[in-house]
C-alpha cells in the first residue's frame, strides 16, 4: 500500500473545538477509546491519545476517521471561539512497524529528507486565548514546556525571537521544536539545553514549509535547525548503518506529501534489554503499561511480536475493565451524594462507593473522585506503584486477575 498524497497532511479541520468530522466520527462509533479530548486552565482544548495498541490509529483507507486520528496528537483549540491554536507533527510510525512504513511500501523515488531524530521532547508553540505565546507538548502546557519556554526566553534577551515566533504564529504556522536538555533525558545524555526548530505546519492544512525555507526562519528565531542528510539510495543499506549507530537517536525520512517514518539505532542492545526485561511479570507490565513496547515491536521476530501483542492486549483489556469499575462507582457517587459538604461528600464518598471496592481499587476511585486522574490513568498509576518487586507485583496481579507474560528469547522469523 503506497500512500497516496495528500493521505496524511491535507486534512482541513474545522474551527470549532470538536471538529465537526471529529464529532460525527464519534458519533458512529469510529473513534478508539484511547483518544481524549482535555480542557485545559489556560482556555484551550487538547487533544491526544492516552495509549497505543493496533486498533487506535487504522491504516489509511480502512476507516473515514484515519486520515483525522493521527492529527489528534497535541491539536489545540481555544475553547470559547473554537479557533484552531497549533498542529504539531501527526502521528507517524516506526520503519516496519505498520504496513505503509515496510520498505516496500516507502514512497523513495519521491522528494524526501533525511533528517536528524533528537532525543527528547517535541515541543510546539502557540498564542493562548489571552494572547501570549506559550509552549506545550502533546498534552499541553506541562513542566516540561515551561522549562523550555524559560530557558527561551532567557537565551533571547532581547526577544528577537519572540517576535519572530509572533510572527509566524499570526501567519497561521505553528513552530515545532525539539527540547533537549541534561535535566530532559529520555535515552541520550545532553550536555547543554537546545531548543532545535524542526518543522513549520499550516494550522489549517497540516502542509510543512519547505526544509530549505526553514534555515532563514530558525536565524530569525535565534536557534539551530535540525540537520538533514542526503535522501536514501538504498533503503537495505540506509537502514543497517542507522541501526548500527550507537549515538543520536536516529532519523526521520519525511517524503513531500507529510508522510514521515522513524529510523532508530542502537538495535542490538535495546532490544537485547528490552527483551530481559519481558521476561520478568513486573516488567513487562510496567513495559505496557508505559508505552515503552510500541517502539520495540518492529525489531523482534514474528513469533515475539504475536505473543507481547497478545498479552498488552490482555493486559490493557483488564485494566480497562476495572477503570470502568471505578469510573461506575464514581458517577453513582456523584449522582448519590446531596449534601454540600465537602468533608461529609468525602466521608461518605469513601465509606459507601470506595471502600466497597477494595484497598486496591478504592485509592483510585478517590483520585478520580478528585479529578486527580481519570480512571484508567488512575489504574495504570496503581500498577506502576507495584512492580518494585517480584513479590509485590505476583500479588498485585493475582489479586486484580492480571494476565502475566511468559516469555522466552526467539531467533528471528
Wanted: aromatic share 8%.
Amino acid at each position: 500500500m503506497k500512500p497516496s498524497p495528500g493521505d496524511f497532511h491535507e486534512i482541513r479541520i474545522s474551527d470549532h473545538p470538536e471538529p465537526g468530522r471529529y464529532r460525527a466520527h464519534r458519533d458512529a462509533g469510529l473513534i478508539h477509546e484511547a483518544f481524549k479530548r482535555g480542557e485545559r486552565d489556560n482556555r484551550t482544548i487538547v487533544y491526544d491519545y492516552a495509549y497505543m495498541d493496533n486498533h487506535v490509529f487504522p491504516a489509511i483507507g480502512d476507516s473515514p476517521f484515519a486520515s483525522l486520528a493521527r492529527e489528534l496528537r497535541g491539536l489545540t483549540f481555544h475553547a470559547e471561539t473554537g479557533e484552531l491554536l497549533s498542529r504539531p507533527y501527526q502521528k507517524f510510525f516506526n520503519a516496519g512497524e505498520r504496513e505503509e512504513t515496510l520498505a516496500m511500501n516507502l514512497p523513495l523515488a519521491d522528494s524526501h529528507l533525511v533528517l536528524e531524530k533528537l532525543d527528547g521532547s517535541m515541543i510546539h508553540a502557540f498564542a493562548q486565548p489571552d494572547g501570549a505565546i506559550t509552549f506545550a507538548t502533546r498534552w499541553g502546557v506541562s513542566k516540561i514546556a515551561q522549562q523550555a519556554l524559560a530557558w527561551y526566553e532567557s537565551e533571547d534577551g532581547a526577544g528577537a525571537g519572540r517576535a519572530a515566533l509572533r510572527d509566524l504564529i499570526v501567519a497561521g504556522l505553528t513552530p515545532i521544536f525539539e527540547w533537549t536538555s541534561p535535566d530532559n533525558i529520555v535515552v541520550v545524555r545532553h550536555e547543554t539545553p537546545s531548543l532545535t526548530l524542526t518543522g513549520l505546519r499550516r494550522r489549517e492544512t497540516g502542509a510543512l514549509i519547505a526544509y530549505d525555507d526553514l534555515a532563514a526562519h530558525a536565524r530569525r528565531l535565534r536557534v539551530p535547525l535540525v540537520r538533514a542528510f542526503d535522501p536514501v539510495a538504498d533503503w537495505d543499506s540506509f537502514a543497517a548503518a542507522a541501526m548500527a549507530e550507537t549515538e543520536g537517536e536516529g532519523y526521520v525520512v519525511r517524503f513531500a506529501d507529510g508522510h514521515m517514518v522513524k529510523v532508530k539505532n542502537a538495535l542490538y542492545a535495546r532490544v537485547h534489554k528490552f527483551k530481559a526485561c519481558l521476561a520478568q511479570p513486573k516488567d513487562a507490565a510496567e513495559i505496557v503499561v508505559s508505552g515503552a513496547v510500541d517502539d520495540m515491536l518492529p525489531h523482534l521476530s514474528l513469533v515475539e511480536r504475536g505473543r507481547i501483542e497478545a498479552y498488552r492486549d490482555l493486559l490493557r483489556g483488564r485494566l480497562r475493565a476495572w477503570a470502568e469499575v471505578v469510573s461506575e462507582a464514581v458517577e453513582r457517587a456523584r449522582g448519590g451524594i446531596e449534601m454540600d459538604d465537602p468533608r461529609e461528600r468525602q466521608k461518605i464518598f469513601w465509606m459507601s462507593y470506595a471502600s466497597p471496592l477494595g484497598p486496591l481499587l478504592s485509592t483510585c476511585a478517590a483520585d478520580a473522585w478528585l479529578g486527580r486522574r481519570d480512571p484508567l490513568e488512575a489504574v495504570e498509576a496503581l500498577v506502576l506503584k507495584n512492580v518494585a518487586s517480584n513479590a509485590r507485583f505476583d500479588r498485585f496481579a493475582s489479586d486484580l486477575g492480571l494476565p502475566t507474560l511468559e516469555f522466552g528469547f526467539d531467533s528471528d522469523q
